[in-house]
């Protein structure tokens, strides 16, 4: 295994007495595609909020390239978001900006490079995701799919350590989808990237991803690579993996063991 980019270490965090990451380690190597994954109100998403420095732990270290980004004042935060991309479930982009515009953003934001070489490196990054010659277009004259492409261009812009993606394949069809797990996989090779990926579609993680982790109920059930999490022994594991209604959680459930954590699972 490569070593580690990120360490998780006793995250713990709380929203007045609700606990939702109780404790989490985990360790993301540098260089491969790690896909986060887990039920409704698991804390996948509280998780990547951490990773981007977006809420403040509790307790815990969250470490990001060399440095526990969980003691950082936002200047110090900035720095280390220049290291890393992040592709938005629902694309972000600036409706007023042409596709070109939008990818350059971070480009004109954190760099001093003229306007002529921004427009070079925007056409390699559109090139790399397979927009070649859409510099001009609005979001609005393009497709979901396409718009999820310019986002990953946009992220790509500064050539980043990192790239961070929240449920990259949320509102497309299976085809476009399974292009934009094919764009991870490429991008993650050619520019030796860091891949993190927080989704739910099981199909998508077993075909990308170099290592699984499974969150429930805000703890780390399961670490491993695809092939160990198919053949899991975990009850909850594989329910959720087989999308079935019944298992380790039932469908019908009380309100008092949903919110307290008491199924046995």
């Not at 978001?81 to 479930?89: D, E, S, T």
């Not at 999308?243 to 949903?258: H, M, N, R």
């Amino acid at each position: 295994m490569a070593q580690p980019i990120i360490e998780i270490k006793n995250l713990i965090k709380k929203f007045g007495d609700r606990t939702v990451l109780d404790g989490v380690h985990a360790v993301i190597p540098e260089g491969k595609i790690t896909v986060i994954m887990g039920g409704s109100g698991c804390g996948k998403s509280t998780l990547l909020r951490h990773l981007i420095g977006l809420h403040r732990p509790t307790s815990g270290e969250v470490w990001v390239d060399g440095k526990n980004i969980a003691g950082l004042d936002e200047p110090g935060m900035n720095d280390v978001r220049k290291k890393f991309g992040m592709l938005f479930q629902g694309s972000a982009l600036f409706n007023s900006m042409t596709v070109g515009e939008n990818v350059a953003v971070p480009l004109k934001e954190h760099t001093d490079l003229s306007p002529e070489i921004i427009r070079i490196i925007v056409r390699v990054k559109l090139e790399l995701v397979g927009l070649t010659g859409f510099e001009n277009f609005m979001p609005h004259e393009i497709s979901g799919g396409m718009k999820k492409r310019v986002a990953l261009a946009r992220a790509i812009a500064l050539d980043p350590k990192i790239v961070f993606y929240d449920e990259p394949g949320a509102g497309l069809d299976p085809i476009t989808a399974s292009m934009i797990d094919r764009l991870i996989l490429d991008l993650s090779k050619k520019l030796s990237i860091t891949s993190v990926v927080v989704t739910h579609e099981m199909k998508s993680a077993f075909r990308i991803a170099d290592q699984i982790i499974i969150l429930q109920k805000g703890k780390v059930l399961q670490v491993g690579t695809a092939e160990d999490i198919q053949n899991s022994t975990n009850a909850y594991v594989q329910q959720f993996i087989q999308g079935e209604p019944e298992g380790a959680i039932p469908f019908k459930q009380t309100s008092e063991a949903y919110l307290k954590g008491l199924l046995d699972t």
